[in-house]
């Protein structure tokens, strides 16, 4: 027990804790959607391109990069809408291509110039580090703006989700829903960065997500599932990354990548059968979250 | 039952041409859907017919031609089964209860809601599922439930793609005096369909596609061995049985026993 309560004792981990288990849940709540929509691709490039909006934007007003950070994402995730809207060919090799080289322009960046943000590694991976009472309030209102969109475009967004075609006969606004859901996911990415890491986002955004659905076969059920999932491994892993004193967003993808082998090994068949096909790039992801 | 497009119109395509990318799909179609209307459009795979329907619902803009809606107008659609995502995490009533999303609504169902859901799914037989996912439902069940998502809107016209592809006689039936019924009460109906003999010759009113409109009109002027053999470029003869027409294709199998003889 003391070695549970023994950490908490520093404000810094309070804060950690708070913002890993707070990050995990909206990851995970939405995760839901982008694994259903088969757009895991989508929240994988998008982080990567932050990443690089966020070196441009330290470079010119240090105080002001994450606005940067998130102005650069929001932008990329309409544009990668729009991409996918018009072009059914080659709009994954486009996102990839634009998405690389946004991140490759930011390592460039970093390497170069340094950072007064986050150091490298603990932009990649995560930290505990430098988290701002401003990142606190930014993550608490994003929470709070998602869980309200969710809440209130419930129906629309699950009908839209489901089947686009019908929905829009039946009255649903299926290109405003989808752009709201993008940059509600952007900014989502943007308020998790700093703590799961560019590199292991689009996994936390897939992880809860396909632990839930091997869960349940109610929708209801599997949101509140993954979130619950997503909350569960950010406080875990966060404890984990501490004791073991590695990054924190690789133990909270390490213990989501622990709760779905058991999982796994509970549910067996039945769980397999229903994440079957869920998302084709969902799969890539949770081979190799690191590599990519 | 007439069918045959009395009363006001509902949609109207006048010379209407459609296509995916370069490939035209369908070119110089008119139809003109009535409050009255119990249409099915016939042709072979590929000959546009969802196509069609697509048009009518206003999901695909056509390149030539121009397309009329009666302002506000209540249309439903059931999807052909083929294209639906059965891996979706949704029991039956989440799927019934989806096109609810006018005004403020809670994410779950109120109980006039799900009273509303299960008086439905009592009405197409199929009472009883609701907290079942929508894998676990047999095909004419399936077909069931989109029929009870369609209808929880009450449409004034109903368009349903391939409604009884892969259900066994009873359930045909039963969809069949079902759509004979809401017909009845007012509803439009337009369907596609493959089944020349359990579906089309039961229909008041048939429209035969094959990229255009090659023929309308009643099942006895639609059914004959010239028009069936311009839509679907085979021969198919055509006999009379207790008022009704039935269509017999040459199966492999006759022309098997025919080599041999
Ligand atoms: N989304 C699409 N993109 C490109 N081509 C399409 C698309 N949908 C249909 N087509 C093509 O348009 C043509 C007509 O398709 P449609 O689905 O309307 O046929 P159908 O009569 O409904 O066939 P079936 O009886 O097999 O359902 C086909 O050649 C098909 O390959
Ligand atoms: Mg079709």
């Known amino acids: ?292 | 039952m007439t069918g045959t497009g009395v009363g006001p119109e509902l949609v109207r395509l006048d010379g209407v041409s459609a296509r995916y990318d370069q490939h035209v799909v369908l070119s110089d179609v008119s139809f003109h859907v009535h409050e009255d209307q119990f249409t099915g459009i016939v042709g072979p795979s590929g000959a546009g017919k969802t196509t069609l329907l697509r048009l009518l619902l206003d999901t695909m803009r056509p390149v030539a031609g121009t397309v009329w809606r009666q302002p506000g107008v209540r249309m439903s659609y059931v999807p052909q089964l083929e294209t639906v995502n059965w891996n979706f995490p949704v029991t039956v009533m989440e799927c019934v209860l989806m096109p609810r999303t006018r005004g403020r609504r809670l994410p779950w169902a109120s109980r006039g809601e799900k009273a509303e859901v299960h008086a439905v799914l009592e009405r197409l037989g199929i009472g009883g599922l609701a907290g079942r996912h929508i894998r676990q439902l047999s095909g004419g069940q399936q077909q069931r439930m989109f029929l009870a998502r369609a209808l929880l809107r009450q449409p004034q016209l109903l368009l349903m793609d391939e409604p009884t592809s892969g259900v066994d006689v009873s359930t045909r039936h039963d969809v069949l005096h079902l759509l004979a019924d809401l017909h009845e009460e007012g509803v439009a109906i337009v369907l596609t369909t493959h089944d020349l003999n359990g579906m089309a010759a039961h229909l008041p009113h048939l429209v035969c596609v094959n990229g255009r409109i090659v023929a309308d009109g009643a099942p006895a002027d639609v059914i004959t061995p010239a028009v069936l053999e311009r839509t679907f470029g085979a021969r198919m003869e055509v006999l009379e049985h207790l008022g009704m027409r039935v269509v017999v294709d040459e199966s492999p199998a006759s022309m098997l026993t025919r080599g041999q003889a």
């Open chain 1, 1 to 292: 027990m003391d070695t549970l309560l023994a950490p908490l004792e520093f404000a810094f981990f309070q804060k950690g804790l708070l913002v890993a288990t707070l990050s995990g849940a909206l990851l995970g709540l939405i995760g839901v959607y982008i694994v259903l929509r088969g757009m895991s691709y989508i929240g994988h490039g998008l982080s990567h391109s932050i990443f690089g909006g966020f070196a441009v934007a330290q470079l010119f007003a240090a105080q002001f990069y994450v606005l940067g950070a998130g102005l650069w994402g929001i932008a990329s995730a309409l544009a990668i809408t729009v991409v996918v809207k018009k072009s059914r060919v080659g709009a994954d090799a486009a996102i990839g291509v634009i998405t690389i080289a946004s991140f490759a322009l930011g390592v460039a960046l970093f390497a170069k110039f340094g950072s007064s943000g986050p150091s490298f590694d603990n932009a990649l991976f995560g930290s505990i580090l430098g988290i701002s009472t401003v990142q606190i309030v930014g993550l608490v209102a994003v929470s709070l703006l998602t869980g309200a969109f969710i809440f209130l475009k419930y129906r629309a967004l699950l009908f839209s989700t489901f089947d686009p075609e019908v929905a829009a006969v039946s009255g649903v606004r299926v290109t405003r829903i989808e752009a709201a859901l993008m940059i509600v996911l952007s900014l989502a990415i943007l308020a998790t960065l700093t703590v799961i890491g560019v590199t292991l986002v689009a996994a936390m955004l897939v992880i809860p997500a396909v632990i839930a659905r091997m869960l349940t076969d109610s929708f209801g059920r599997m949101l509140a599932l993954s979130t619950a999932v997503g909350a569960a491994c950010g406080l875990v892993g966060m404890y984990l990354s501490y004791y073991a004193g590695v990054p924190s967003g690789t133990m909270i993808v390490l213990v989501g990548a622990a709760v779905f082998v058991a999982v796994l090994a509970f549910t067996g068949g039945r769980g397999l059968r229903r994440s079957a096909g869920l998302d084709a790039h969902s799969e890539d992801l949770l081979a190799e979250p690191a590599a990519r």
